[in-house]
């Protein structure tokens, strides 16, 4: 038997009389009482809403929010490495070994859930350090982050050229050293919540302080390491120059 105009849906509908369904209404339904009786039979479902299709799921969260709960360590460079630092130096490679990065909270330092040892932060072309991500940091509130107190040497890499006389020279610098920044921190960590704290190295004053035209030449490029006299300064300008971005919350 053909039934013209029958409209069916997916989703689970009772015929029966008028009645209000969810997100939409029911205007009329005819009921079928016989599929004998009647030759031809036109049932006609006018539905509005989310009866137009199945229902819309309720459920609107966020799945990945549980993941991305806790303190976000981030790391980057002023100006951006690889790039150039002002107008007489550029820097192609920076490698930073620090023995330790600590998040301190009101559960004091030393609290492994915000604490970790041996971090590489590189930057080169194509590449630049990850974020570290404290997922099981308590609720409280936060007063510095420290680094560089793990005990082991901090290591220091930095590859690019400078003008040195009206012309263009690769150096390089390298350093081990037992050194440490405690930068002061406001912020309270909310249970269930995220936060970030972005560290910033700002490489200026650093390169700055470098006497390019005095390094020794090694294979073709200017070198400071550890036992040159500039180093101190070079030092001393850098750990000055790590700071917290302006986002930090």
Known sequence: MHNAGLQTSTCAVEPRDAQAVRDGTLIAVEKIRSMVRAPALTAIVVLTGALAGCPASDDTGDP????KS??????????????????TASISRLELHVSSVRVIG??????????????????????????ILFKE???????????????????????GSALI???????????????????PLALTLAAGDSATIPI?????????????????????RRHLDTGDAA???VRAALIAGIHLGPTAR
């Open 64 to 67: 990945d929010a549980a993941d």
């Open 231 to 233: 180093m101190a300064a």
């Open 165 to 183: 006389g009206g012309s263009w020279m690769d150096f390089e610098i390298q350093d081990q050293a037992t050194i440490s920044a405690s930068l």
């Open 106 to 131: 009101d559960a004091g330092p030393g609290d492994t859930r915000t604490s970790k040892d041996s971090v590489d932060l590189k930057w080169k072309d194509g590449e630049s350090p990850s974020d």
């Open 200 to 220: 910033v190295f700002d490489l200026g004053p650093a390169l700055a302080a470098v006497p390019f035209d005095q390094l020794a030449i090694e294979e073709g």
């Open 70 to 87: 806790g303190l976000h360590v981030t790391w980057s460079t002023a100006p951006v490495v690889p790039g150039p630092v002002g107008l």
């Open 137 to 159: 940091a308590p609720a409280g509130l936060y007063s510095s982050v420290d680094l560089g107190v793990g005990g082991d040497l901090e290591q220091l890499e930095i590859e």
